[in-house]
């Protein structure tokens, strides 16, 4: 049973270009997170989706940023005229559609996105 | 107020010791709480969840919750310099779904 699969690792885009980041959630898996970590810092929350729908986005910022989860094929988060600021690694977790209590996620290995 | 506060550390302890992580969190409605390692350069891993008031023991883990003090700790018995890593407290109520709300992390070092 294969963990929660991101592409690609490592990522280096020049300014102003546009960065994909894919997740692919654990089998059986229905709800993705999407978390930004900067170096030294936390995990800080993006966006939280069940497929074909986005459940909360507070964490996103409002321009240039979006995520989606398509009924087939993996989670894509996408950064439009990438920033250096945007540098960092972010996180991609699934959880099973089971709200019962204890329900967990897991995580994926991360994509490490570079901006020069 | 933040949903989960943790402390930021760094928390030294001796290999041997017993390590007390600490964690508390603001919504009384929260239900289910994890604790998750993350090693340097690396992503989260899970270590245990409980979302019943008292103790959870797993091998040198034991996860201890308090609704009543809205306090979540994670002990670790006999340290190993292996632990050295940041810690991270997460809770989720059902009320936002499965919503994960985590704190910012404790560095732990354990020192030989």
């Known amino acids: 049973n294969a963990g929660v699969m991101q592409n690609p690792r490592h990522l280096v885009r020049r300014r102003g270009q546009e960065a994909r980041l894919r997740c692919s959630p654990m089998k059986g898996h229905s709800h993705v997170y999407w978390y930004r970590q900067l170096p030294e810092e936390g995990l800080k929350f993006m966006v939280y989706?069940?497929?074909?729908?986005?459940?909360?986005e507070s964490g996103m910022p409002k321009e240039r940023f979006s995520a989606e989860f398509p009924k087939e094929g993996p989670s894509i988060l996408r950064i439009q005229q990438v920033v250096r600021g945007d540098s960092a690694a972010y996180f991609c977790?699934?959880?099973?559609?089971?709200?019962?209590?204890?329900?967990?996620?897991?995580f994926g290995q991360g994509t490490r996105l570079t901006v020069v | 107020q933040k949903e989960v506060e943790q402390n930021s550390g760094p928390l030294s302890v001796p290999e041997g010791a017993i390590a007390s992580l600490n964690c508390t969190y603001s919504?009384?409605?929260?239900?289910?709480f994890f604790w998750y390692r993350q090693y340097s350069g690396k992503s989260p891993e899970l270590i245990m969840f409980i979302y019943s008031n008292g103790d959870k023991e797993d091998g040198r883990f034991t996860a201890q919750l308090n609704k009543a003090s809205q306090y979540v700790s994670l002990l670790i018995r006999d340290s190993q310099p292996s632990d050295s890593a940041t810690y991270l407290c997460a809770v989720t109520r059902t009320n936002t779904g499965n919503q994960f709300y985590f704190g910012t992390g404790t560095s732990l070092t354990v020192i030989p």
């Open positions: 977790a699934s959880s099973r559609i089971d709200r019962g209590l204890g329900t967990e996620a897991f």
């Open positions: 989706l069940q497929k074909e729908n986005i459940i909360d």
């Open positions: 919504d009384r409605g929260s239900q289910s």
